[in-house]
């Protein structure tokens, strides 16, 4: 499987990486779990990803990495917005994941400039994320959103962030396109880019004129990204993003200027569909 340098990290990760949502964001799956997980491993992926926020998917993690911890790169997220919100957050993952450092901790799901102005007042969350960077309880330090580009864009200039955890699809390109907005600014300053919500949070079934999903992953890993986070929810559904990743080859522009015009009369459906 294809790597890619997750920016100033230096780590070169796999395009595709392990989310913690489908199958792990349970309770009471330990087994599928477990076997999801060490699938992920066997086919080569080192990215694996969780957040404070995804049920059990911690638990599930710290339960089937053990030794093989030392061979991946593991990312968790916070939604706390104080210091002490996310300090405990923090001590929480750490214990759930069986593991003394995180890799990459990341500020979870930045919606709103009140969000912002929360995460960085006093006593607010960044201190918590610079004190882990500092004792060495997680070697990057990130952020996440999916809302509004603008509140990604306002973090970025008030942090040196060392990644950034954005939605990456072509119904984005047409709305409040993070790609536009913020991946420019993040390549000039290093910052390492993932994507996530490649399939537009699943809801892409709802096309039915798209019988494969790999066109959306082509157009996601053509975009200037280390890695695609994807939540599985089965195996099948692993071993079918492992192939994409396996047999990528990128879009041209013609071919993605040509997706996002089919997708943008969906897009906005797409995007804020609910079940």
């Given at each position: 499987?294809?790597?890619?340098?997750?920016?100033?990290?230096?780590?070169?990760?796999?395009?595709?990486?392990?989310?913690?949502?489908?199958?792990?964001?349970?309770y009471g799956q330990?087994?599928?779990?477990?076997?999801?997980?060490?699938?992920?491993?066997?086919?080569?992926?080192?990215?694996?990803?969780?957040?404070?926020?995804?049920?059990?998917?911690?638990?599930?993690?710290?339960?089937?990495?053990?030794?093989?911890?030392?061979?991946?790169?593991?990312?968790?997220?916070?939604?706390?917005?104080?210091?002490?919100?996310?300090?405990?957050?923090?001590?929480?993952?750490?214990?759930?994941?069986?593991?003394?450092?995180?890799?990459?901790?990341?500020?979870?799901?930045?919606?709103?400039?009140?969000?912002?102005?929360?995460?960085?007042?006093?006593?607010?969350?960044?201190?918590?994320?610079?004190?882990?960077?500092?004792?060495?309880?997680?070697?990057?330090?990130?952020?996440?959103?999916?809302?509004?580009?603008?509140?990604?864009?306002?973090?970025?200039?008030?942090?040196?962030?060392?990644?950034?955890?954005?939605?990456?699809?072509?119904?984005?390109?047409?709305?409040?396109?993070?790609?536009?907005?913020?991946?420019?600014?993040?390549?000039?300053?290093?910052?390492?880019?993932?994507?996530?919500?490649i399939y537009v949070?699943?809801?892409?079934?709802?096309?039915?004129?798209?019988?494969?999903?790999?066109?959306?992953?082509?157009?996601?890993?053509?975009?200037?990204?280390?890695?695609a986070v994807i939540?599985?929810?089965?195996?099948?559904?692993?071993?079918?993003?492992?192939?994409?990743?396996?047999?990528?080859?990128?879009?041209?522009?013609?071919?993605?200027?040509?997706?996002?015009?089919?997708?943008?009369?969906?897009?906005?459906?797409?995007?804020?569909?609910?079940?």
């Amino acid at each position: 499987m294809e790597k890619r340098k997750l920016g100033r990290t230096g780590f070169e990760a796999t395009i595709m990486g392990l989310g913690g949502e489908g199958l792990l964001r349970t309770y009471g799956q330990d087994k599928e779990a477990y076997t999801l997980i060490n699938k992920a491993l066997d086919l080569g992926i080192n990215y694996f990803e969780s957040a404070r926020a995804y049920d059990g998917s911690e638990e599930y993690y710290g339960k089937a990495f053990r030794e093989r911890r030392k061979d991946i790169f593991l990312a968790g997220k916070s939604h706390a917005r104080t210091r002490e919100g996310a300090l405990d957050h923090l001590h929480e993952t750490l214990r759930n994941m069986k593991t003394d450092h995180l890799d990459l901790w990341q500020v979870h799901d930045v919606r709103t400039m009140d969000d912002v102005e929360k995460i960085f007042a006093v006593g607010g969350a960044i201190d918590a994320f610079m004190e882990a960077k500092e004792k060495g309880l997680t070697r990057f330090v990130g952020v996440s959103g999916h809302q509004d580009p603008s509140v990604i864009r306002e973090c970025l200039t008030r942090f040196d962030f060392d990644t950034m955890l954005v939605p990456i699809n072509p119904a984005e390109a047409s709305q409040n396109s993070f790609l536009e907005e913020i991946l420019p600014l993040a390549e000039k300053r290093g910052v390492g880019i993932i994507g996530m919500k490649i399939y537009v949070r699943g809801f892409v079934s709802k096309l039915t004129f798209y019988t494969s999903m790999e066109a959306f992953f082509r157009f996601a890993l053509s975009q200037p990204i280390a890695t695609a986070v994807i939540g599985c929810d089965n195996l099948e559904q692993l071993e079918q993003n492992v192939y994409f990743a396996r047999s990528f080859k990128p879009m041209d522009w013609e071919q993605q200027d040509g997706f996002v015009e089919a997708i943008a009369p969906y897009a906005r459906d797409l995007l804020y569909y609910k079940e």
